[in-house]
């Protein structure tokens, strides 16, 4: 039981970091009065690749050596505490500020849209299928652990990685999604700010077991 209560935990702060992303990089573009950085079938194709399998796959957890440790929770115990909402808002967040500062900056200097939709498609699915990594365990930090101990979500990842590469290189998921191949530089850049999304996540995660390691020795003293 207490297992599964970790891993709906785990699944939720999945979901809800990865839906809060969009929504405020479309409010954003609005109120700057910007192009949309990602159309509405990118965001449903996303929506597709990260919500499904990867989700379903991060339910089939075996859970962390700790968790018997645990005092019984009462009735009234939220699924989603403080450190939990927090890391839904900074992956919200940071991804935001990354994907749509990326955007501002190469829509002035004149890249051509199609071009930069796609690499913020890109980056939306890639980062979401990192992070979920860091989704595995609250209680360590991501080198404290194998992120690579689910079989079921490296496949999934890998699944995932692969579809979304047809989406921009196969010509009928082109003209349905309207993306434009990527160079291998794009790529960087992809990869690159979905990795500075988990370690902003990781440096998140560590302050809050910081924190609750000094608690347990204030109240050994």
């Known amino acids: 039981g207490r297992i599964i209560f970790e891993n709906i935990k785990k699944v939720i702060v999945y979901l809800l970091s990865d839906a809060f992303t969009e929504v405020i990089l479309i409010t954003g573009s609005l109120f700057f009065r910007l192009p949309l950085p990602v159309l509405a079938t990118q965001i449903l194709w996303v929506n597709v690749?990260?919500?499904?399998?990867?989700?379903?796959?991060?339910?089939?957890?075996?859970?962390?050596?700790?968790?018997?440790?645990?005092?019984?929770?009462?009735?009234?115990?939220?699924?989603?505490?403080?450190?939990?909402?927090?890391?839904?808002?900074?992956?919200?967040?940071?991804?935001?500020?990354?994907?749509?500062?990326?955007?501002?900056?190469?829509?002035?200097?004149?890249?051509?849209?199609?071009?930069?939709?796609?690499?913020?498609?890109?980056?939306?699915?890639?980062?979401?299928?990192?992070?979920?990594?860091?989704?595995?365990?609250?209680?360590?930090?991501?080198?404290?652990?194998?992120?690579?101990?689910?079989?079921?979500?490296?496949?999934?990842?890998?699944?995932?990685?692969?579809?979304?590469?047809?989406?921009?290189?196969?010509?009928?998921?082109?003209?349905?999604?309207r993306t434009v191949p990527l160079t291998p530089a794009d790529w960087i850049i992809v990869f690159g700010l979905g990795i500075v999304q988990v370690i902003l996540i990781e440096i998140t995660k560590w302050f809050f077991l910081s924190k609750q390691y000094h608690k347990k020795i204030l109240k050994r003293v």
């Open 49 to 177: 690749i990260a919500d499904s399998f990867p989700a379903f796959a991060l339910s089939f957890e075996k859970g962390e050596e700790e968790v018997m440790n645990d005092k019984p929770r009462p009735k009234q115990y939220p699924i989603l505490d403080n450190e939990m909402k927090i890391l839904i808002f900074i992956v919200g967040i940071s991804a935001d500020l990354l994907l749509f500062g990326l955007f501002f900056f190469f829509f002035r200097s004149g890249d051509n849209l199609d071009h930069l939709r796609t690499i913020v498609f890109g980056a939306l699915g890639i980062n979401s299928l990192l992070y979920v990594y860091s989704c595995k365990n609250f209680r360590k930090t991501i080198w404290h652990y194998n992120p690579f101990s689910n079989t079921y979500l490296n496949w999934s990842i890998v699944l995932g990685i692969g579809v979304m590469a047809l989406s921009v290189y196969w010509s009928p998921l082109q003209t349905l999604l």
